[in-house]
């Protein structure tokens, strides 16, 4: 089954697709099963595949 995230859950993603994940937040959950993200260093990336997403804390949800 496909990976849900929560906008707001923290997270590491790997941007560009590359081997290294950077932390950050869901920031949007879109219809195509992609997600934006915004990394704590201020990078944005929007359309990010479920499988480059690793949630650091299900427990923690970030409310912007």
Partial sequence: PPAVFAEGMRCEA????GKKAYDGVIAQANGDGTYDIDSDDGDKEQGVRADL???TNVDTIIVR
């Fill in 14 to 17: 790997r941007h560009g697709g």
């Fill in 53 to 55: 997403i690793y949630v």
